[in-house]
């Protein structure tokens, strides 16, 4: 992995990363200098200059009344994270502060919409905790997937959504594709879980999921998106051919 895309993952932005780089490179030096360096522009740089200023990870010493700027030690990222995880649980606990308000606030604006799209991993993640919100103890999760998006973190979410759903005494069903096995074998570890296989031309390309009176319909590819709709009917013909696909599959 490159350093300029692991400064970005910690936080930094593209600029911020370049302009960071830079530094640690020529050491202290003029804003001319980096701007020659870095190919960004002038504006551009003084503005990446000034937030890593603020995030501790740069300094200046006036030379000959100009500005000379030089990296901080790069360990220095470290308590960079600290300030950020600090700041991070100060909004958590801002927002589980007003959670309730904004509740009260939702359930006062009417019912929510019949259909939802969302996009992207964290989309899908969405999606899938309201599983968690609408469903309690003894309700049923119906699973029906034929694809499977191979990502180790996902994976590890998917896992740890049905520990929590086991903890809510929330029941399972999945109906896989033959050809995931392998993924059948790591969910039906978990209790209140049921699980059927059958070929793959009895099913969708799509992965569908039903609980209560939603239907989710996702779409797996670079970019996943899931459509969910919010109607009985509609959730109680897709639990129709749920059951019907479940006397096709086998153990």
Request: charged share 30%.
């Amino acid at each position: 992995m490159q350093p300029e895309s692991v400064l970005e993952e910690l936080g930094l932005t593209k600029n911020e990363a370049k302009v960071y780089l830079a530094l640690l490179d020529i050491g202290s030096t003029t804003t001319s200098a980096i701007i020659k360096r870095t190919t960004i522009n002038t504006s551009k740089v003084y503005e990446s200059l000034e937030r890593l200023l603020k995030k501790g990870l740069v300094s200046y010493a006036i030379i000959k009344n100009k500005k000379h700027w030089q990296a901080e030690h790069p360990s220095r990222l470290k308590e960079f994270l600290e300030d950020e995880k600090k700041k991070i649980e100060q909004k958590k606990e801002d927002a589980e502060k007003i959670i309730p308000d904004l509740i009260v606030k939702q359930k006062l604006g009417g019912e929510e919409s019949a259909y939802k799209v969302y996009e992207g991993i964290k989309g899908v993640k969405t999606a899938r905790e309201h599983v968690l919100d609408v469903l309690g103890s003894g309700d049923t999760f119906y699973i029906i997937l034929s694809n499977y998006l191979k990502d180790e973190k996902l994976e590890a979410y998917w896992m740890d959504f049905q520990e929590r759903r086991v903890k809510k005494g929330i029941k399972c069903r999945y109906i896989l594709n033959d050809a995931l096995r392998e993924i059948g074998i790591k969910r039906g570890k978990l209790s209140l879980s049921e699980i059927r296989y059958v070929h793959p031309d009895f099913m969708s390309p799509t992965w569908t999921e039903i609980y209560k009176n939603h239907v989710t319909i996702g779409v797996l590819g670079n970019n996943p998106s899931v459509f969910v709709i919010r109607n009985k009917d509609i959730a109680e013909s897709f639990i129709g051919y749920f059951e019907a696909l479940w006397k096709l599959g086998r153990p």
